[in-house]
T-cell receptor, first 111, second 112 residues
Framework: RKEVEQDPGPFNVPEGATVAFNCTYS??????FFWYRQDCRKEPKLLMS???SGNEDGRFTAQLNRASQYISLLIRDSKLSDSATYLC????????????FGRGTSLIVHP | NAGVTQTPKFQVLKTGQSMTLQCAQD?????MSWYRQDPGMGLRLIHY???????DQGEVPNGYNVSRSTTEDFPLRLLSAAPSQTSVYFC???????????FGQGTRLTVV
């Protein structure tokens, strides 16, 4: 079982919609969490870190639920340019701290 | 500001050939790693290093070797290429406990 699990989608939404992805993690010692974005045939790039108190960056909001062991990413007012694959990462306290990725969730925003 | 540089960007190999994928970073990161990405499989960790002279295996290490003689470089060697190694390979470096990883542009490898 992978340390992080994601629904691969695709999530197909119209422009302007709000969409949310979840990512569950199996190791309760996981300490740090991140969301990455990957465009087709490109390298992944950091989208945002996920803090215990949650954090917001413009239209993007990330939340951490330690009790249920999942993180979430909410995208408001979706744009065509948001179409991409979104990858979650968890790092384990006392582990290697090498990022281990979920399989990614594909988002397609259509006109 | 080069970041993480991978070479080559594309490569075609014949079964049984060997080659080295190069990865260099100029951010003085201690942590470096290699991933392969196949359709529907996400990024799978091949090998990683937490400092010069220290390497360890990831999820899918078979058929690959690594070494880390300097902080900057982390080459990945394919010993005897097989069609199952056809994939996109990404090298990454990170701050370690902070975990934010920076990726190279990838190497698209085809083994025929």
């Amino acid at each position: 079982r992978k340390e992080v699990e994601q629904d691969p989608g695709p999530f197909n939404v119209p422009e302007g919609a709000t969409v949310a992805f979840n990512c569950t993690y199996s190791n309760s010692a996981s300490q740090s969490f991140f969301w990455y974005r990957q465009d087709c045939r490109k390298e992944p790039k950091l989208l945002m870190s996920v803090y215990s108190s949650g954090n917001e960056d413009g239209r993007f909001t990330a939340q951490l639920n330690r009790a249920s062991q999942y993180i979430s990413l909410l995208i408001r007012d979706s744009k065509l340019s948001d179409s991409a694959t979104y990858l979650c990462v968890g790092l384990v306290r006392g582990g290697s701290y090498i990022p281990t990725f979920g399989r990614g969730t594909s988002l397609i925003v259509h006109p | 500001n080069a970041g993480v540089t991978q070479t080559p960007k594309f490569q075609v190999l014949k079964t049984g050939q060997s080659m080295t994928l190069q990865c260099a970073q100029d951010m003085n990161h201690e942590y470096m790693s290699w991933y392969r990405q196949d359709p529907g499989m996400g990024l799978r960790l091949i090998h990683y290093s937490v400092g010069a002279g220290i390497t360890d295996q990831g999820e899918v290490p078979n058929g690959y070797n690594v070494s880390r003689s300097t902080t900057e470089d982390f080459p990945l060697r394919l010993l005897s290429a097989a069609p199952s190694q056809t994939s996109v390979y990404f090298c990454a470096s990170s701050y370690g406990t902070r975990g934010e990883a920076f990726f190279g542009q990838g190497t698209r490898l085809t083994v025929v």
